[in-house]
Structures are given as C-alpha cells and as structure tokens.
C-alpha cells in the first residue's frame, strides 16, 4: 500500500509539473510567403534589383553590338585578303588587319564574359543582402508582436520541410498573427513604390524574376 501511494504521488507530480509546462507553451503562427510579399521593403528592394539588372542587361547588350560589327568587319577583312584580284603585297596587309581584328575579338569575347560573370555577382550579392535585412525585420516585427500578445512559440505556416509537405499540418488560424504583424511592419512606411514585380517565396533566394532577379 505504501508502495502504491508513493507511486501515485510521483504520477501526480510528474502531471503537475508537465501540464503547467505545456500550458505556458502558447502558439501562434505566421505566413511568412504573405510577410515577405507584402512587406514594403520588399517591393522596394525588387524594383532596385530590377533597376540595375536592366542597367547590367543594356551595357551587356552594347558590348554585343560592338563585338557582332567588329566580327563583320573581320569577316570583310578575310574576304579581302583572299580576293585572287588583288596583289599579294595588299592580301597580306589585309591578312595582318584580320589576325590584329581577330585579337581585338577574342579580347572584347574575354571581357563580355568576365562582365558578365561579375555583373551576375554583384546583383546576387545585393540581393541576398537585402533579403537578409527584410527577413531580420520580418523576424523582429513577428518576435514584438508575439511578446505583445503571450505567445512563446510562433511557426511558419506557409514553411515547407525538406521532403517539399507542410511543415504545420493543421492550425484552426485563430492564433494566426499575420496580419497584425504585416500591419506593424508596413506602418513605418517612408517610400513611394506602389507596385513591383510580385514576388514569392523566401526559400527559394535567387531564383529569376526580371529578368534574372528575385530576392527570394
């Protein structure tokens, strides 16, 4: 009997000291996709990184333009230094013009390339950038409100685990807080932009927008 009390008693415990536990854990949760679209900073940050990728797009396509003439021009000098009806002395000036062409050639195809490559860097490094601010301001607008109303524990609704299912398999939305933090979040709002390129989620940083942009 004594055996059995003392068996009881810890059971009683153990629920005592668990339940209150479990009780003060309150959760609430978010949509992050929903945060980050329609956070204005976000908006602003895409229609920078379209700006300096169609900056990125216009010299590159200048460049190409350069490089197609001298390509006719070298074509033309080839032509010319195999034309039968001119002296050998003036086809070997021509075929010396066409070997320097070629050279200018390979050297505007070698910087085209590195142009390329560095303006692709820049504009990923900018945009991881920024996507990191925007979602550390996401975070602590979510942590503030969360504070605010009791909660301890706040989950990505729209969060996705790494086998691609749903990382919250139910929630009833009561506790959602997205929109009262997407409304703290916006309420600072010191820019112009009313509209941009949509974006979508923040797990998937880099992919392409506009074109070769997304923060997400």
């Not at 979510?142 to 749903?166: F, H, I, P, R």
């Amino acid at each position: 009997m004594k055996l059995l009390r003392t068996t009881i008693l810890t059971i009683s415990l153990l629920a005592f000291l668990s339940v209150p536990a479990l009780a003060q854990t309150k959760i609430a949760t978010v949509d992050l996709r929903k945060l980050f679209d329609g956070y204005w900073k976000t908006k602003q940050a895409q229609t920078l990184l379209n700006e300096d990728q169609t900056r990125f797009t216009g010299d590159a396509k200048g460049q190409r333009e350069d490089l197609k003439k001298s390509g006719d021009e070298y074509q033309k000098l080839l032509e010319q230094a195999n034309d039968q009806a001119l002296s050998t002395e003036q086809r070997d000036k021509y075929k010396q013009a066409a070997a320097d062409k070629l050279k200018q050639l390979q050297e505007a195809k070698t910087a085209l390339d590195q142009f390329d490559r560095q303006a692709q860097i820049t504009i990923s490094e900018k945009s991881q950038r920024m996507h990191d601010s925007i979602l550390s301001d996401i975070k602590a607008a979510v942590a503030a409100q969360a504070k605010a109303a009791g909660y301890s524990l706040v989950m990505d609704a729209a969060g996705e685990t790494a086998n691609a299912t749903t990382a919250v398999v139910y929630s009833s939305g009561e506790n959602d807080l997205t929109d009262a933090v997407l409304k703290r979040l916006n309420a600072g709002r010191t820019d112009s932009t009313t509209a941009a390129p949509v974006v979508t989620s923040p797990s998937s940083l880099l992919g392409t927008n506009t074109p070769g942009v997304n923060l997400h």
